[in-house]
């Protein structure tokens, strides 16, 4: 009856009114009493199905634009309605549909043009995202909405100058403004203006805090190394939505910079069970590196390769692993490759001279060192490295020059003044040689040190100090064969020669292939009188080092002093032979 569906169109444009004031429940009730009087009545569905899908309840939502599509196959508004809860839904082939339906019916409706440019960019084809998005605004300047989402969309493209005249727009016509605030604060946050993108995000966040603002937000802090609000703004996010993974991540990422390593591979490991990256593997293989956890960063930085195969950054940060756990030949080809992906910083570099020094290959770290220092000049653990490297070569004056700067950007580490001793012992600048050990030792205990600086005294005749340091270096470390053999030699070198047997007889059951060791105690036996036992020592280490023209001319000579000149004239032949050419 007429009156029936005058009364039912009196209900519709009640529930329309409501559902634009944002009163679901009570739009919902009217469209129900317009059904009741007229079944049929598609508009009604219409919106009652948009009214769900605005309460979140999309299937019932579906249900209703289902039917007012079926009541009325011309409706675009439903057509575009139900398009766009496909797409909250994620069902982008069948938003799609929907949209292209609506469009094939009206080619001049804009928020069919609309919805189709944000299906583009759920699908990530930003190209045509953008050009659905224009024509929108042709058709209506006053779709606000899609500056929004055109603006979103150049972000993803970097075409920022673009986006920032999207969001500067719609500041203009005060619209959308904790929205525009935020992203045009995201967008100078990757032009580097962290100052505006301060400005801009803590503008945003004056109505209502939500998490992906106040992460934006904290990375412009971290940039700018306020790290106390950095963490606070995380932390904030994480609070608002602890299932927020990014805002997991990104906090862990910055712990790990801070050297917070424990906290990093908890947060990450919370991101991790949110959502699986290549990024995330590789930052907790990092930090689980920086906790001396080796196998769990390879696990996670295999898990990144897996995923990501050219991951430079992994590929740099498992080189470091296997270089922390001697294995070098893998080190330096995860770090040659990481370097010719484009992760070409100090940091690389200086790891892959690291590898190359301890396989002896000291022109290919000092090469790798150098350009580690011409990237940063500063870079002290550098040119502590390349002073090794020189030292190794021999090349003193060179060491001391680089472990001297070394020491400059890094005061108070003992290491680098451990280091430059150990240059000056060898160049015979033994007071130097001292100074740095006691300064290092005042800073560190350290056997090897102890050692070294024993060495330097012994080099002064000082015997009684070297003996003090020596012993001082087995009682921190029982183990250490070098200090019982260094200190046997200094025994002997007083004519303890009963002490320096034993000390070295300890060096050579500790390490039975200490070649220099059984040379030493045979020295000793001989200058004893017991040759037999002197030429079993020369002969056990000939065996382990058969080119060692020294220890031959040692043997040659213990043959002598036995009387045996045919053994000791062979002997001394092949010392000759193997380059050991001293007139004696």
């Known amino acids: 009856p007429s009156d029936e569906l005058t009364q039912a169109r009196q209900y519709f ?15 919902i009730a009217k469209c129900n009493e317009a059904i009741r009087l007229h079944a049929h009545y598609a508009k009604a569905y219409g919106t009652r199905g948009a009214s769900y899908r605005s309460k979140g309840d999309l299937d019932r939502a579906i249900a209703d634009l289902t039917t007012a599509i079926e009541l009325d196959p011309t409706y675009v508004w439903a057509f575009t309605q139900r398009g766009s809860v496909y797409r909250f839904k994620g069902m982008l082939d069948q938003a799609l549909v929907d949209i292209e339906n609506a469009l ?113 937000r904290a990375q412009a802090y971290a940039a700018k190394r306020e790290y106390v609000l950095a963490l606070n703004d995380f932390t904030q996010a994480m609070e608002l939505d602890p299932k927020y993974e990014w805002a997991a991540a990104e906090r862990a990422a910055l712990y790990r910079r801070l050297g917070r390593a424990e906290e990093a591979v908890a947060d990450m490991t919370v991101a991790l069970t949110l959502g699986s990256t290549a990024w995330r593997h590789a930052e907790r293989g990092a930090a689980f590196a920086a906790l001396d956890r080796y196998d769990e960063a390879l696990v996670d930085l295999n898990a990144a390769l897996q995923m990501q195969p050219d991951y430079a950054f992994a590929l740099a940060q498992r080189g470091a692993v296997y270089r922390l756990t001697d294995r070098y030949n893998e080190a330096i080809a995860d770090l040659t490759r990481a370097i010719k992906l484009g992760y070409a910083n100090d940091w690389t570099y200086a790891q892959r001279g690291f590898a190359f020094r301890m396989k002896g290959l000291y022109d290919f770290a000092i090469d790798d060192f150098t350009v580690a220092i011409e990237k940063d000049p500063e870079y002290g ?26 020491h400059e950007l890094q005061v108070g580490d003992d290491w680098v003044l451990a280091q430059r001793g150990a240059a000056y012992r060898r160049q015979g600048a033994f007071a130097q040689a001292i100074a740095d050990f006691t300064a290092a030792l005042a800073l560190q205990q350290s056997p090897w040190v102890y050692v070294e600086r024993g ?19 087995i009682e921190l470390s029982p183990t250490y064969d070098q200090a019982w053999g260094e200190r046997g030699i200094t025994q002997a070198e007083r004519g303890n020669l009963d002490d320096a047997i034993a000390d070295f007889t300890q060096a050579i059951t500790l390490n039975p292939q200490l070649g220099w060791a059984l ?57 000759i032979n193997l380059g050991r050419k001293e007139a004696w």
Do not use: C
Request: aromatic share 10%; net charge negative.
């Open 13 to 27: 444009d009640e529930a329309e009114s409501l559902r634009l004031k944002g009163e679901f429940d009570e739009a």
């Open 104 to 216: 094939a019916l009206d080619r001049a409706f804009p928020w069919a043009w609309g919805e189709r440019g944000m299906i583009h960019r759920a699908r990530r084809e930003y190209d045509e995202a953008i050009s659905d998005f224009d024509r929108a605004l042709d058709l209506n300047p006053d779709y606000d909405l899609i500056y929004l989402e055109r603006g979103r969309t150049r972000r993803f493209l970097e075409h920022y100058d673009l986006a920032l005249a999207d969001f500067s727009e719609l500041l203009v016509k005060e619209k959308y403004l904790d929205a525009a605030y935020g992203e045009r604060g995201a967008v100078h946050r990757r032009l580097g203006e962290f100052d505006k993108a301060i400005d801009d995000l803590t503008e945003a966040l004056k109505s209502e805090p939500d998490p992906w603002t106040l992460v934006e």
């Open 519 to 575: 040379d030493q105690r045979g020295l000793a036996l001989r200058k004893k009188g017991d040759t037999e036992r002197a030429l079993a020592d020369f002969s056990e280490s000939l065996r382990q080092y058969p080119k060692d023209g020294w220890t031959w001319a040692q043997r040659g000579v213990t043959h002598r002093v036995r009387g045996d000149y045919d053994e000791a004239i062979a002997d001394l032949t092949e010392a």
């Open 381 to 406: 653990w550098a040119f502590g490295q390349r002073g090794i490297a020189h030292r190794q070569r021999n090349d003193l004056a060179q060491a001391i020059g680089d472990l001297t700067r070394a």
């Open 455 to 473: 060495l330097a005294y012994r080099g002064l005749k000082q015997y009684d100090d070297a003996l003090a340091d020596l012993s001082r270096a």
